[in-house]
């Protein structure tokens, strides 16, 4: 599979920002999907994830309340709408495939998009 992620941006804090993952070359809807990220100097970190069907989602307690992950099915693409940003959002944001796994892991996630950068300004 490969995937694609797209929609970062500079943003002011308090602005929103959606972000898209669009996957080619596999079945997408037979694949757990998340979203991690990685600010400067620090590690990679979970963000979200969101079942085959897109009926189960859970999210770190940074975003909880302020992001929300969804997929089309039928587009082939996943969906990460950020609201109420804040400077410590600011990373590069990476959508990946799960086979299976615990879902906060990045080793759990067997194929990565290239990533895309958000900066929010205080």
């Known amino acids: 599979v490969q995937l694609q992620a797209s929609g970062g941006g500079l943003v002011q804090a308090g602005d929103s920002l959606r972000l898209s993952c669009a996957a080619s070359?596999?079945?997408?809807?037979?694949?757990?999907m998340g979203w991690f990220r990685q600010a400067p100097g620090k590690e990679r970190e979970f963000v979200a994830a969101?079942?085959?069907?897109?009926?189960?989602?859970v999210y770190a307690d940074s975003v909880k309340g302020r992001f929300t992950i969804s997929r089309d099915n039928a587009k082939n693409t996943m969906y990460l709408q950020m609201n109420r940003l804040k400077p410590e959002d600011t990373a590069v944001y990476y959508c990946?495939?799960?086979?299976?796994?615990?879902?906060?892991?990045?080793?759990?996630?067997?194929?990565w998009g290239q990533g895309t950068l958000v900066t929010v300004s205080s």
């Open positions: 990946a495939r799960r086979p299976g796994g615990y879902y906060y892991l990045a080793r759990s996630y067997d194929a």
């Open positions: 969101i079942s085959r069907g897109g009926t189960d989602t």
């Open positions: 070359g596999r079945t997408f809807s037979n694949d757990h």
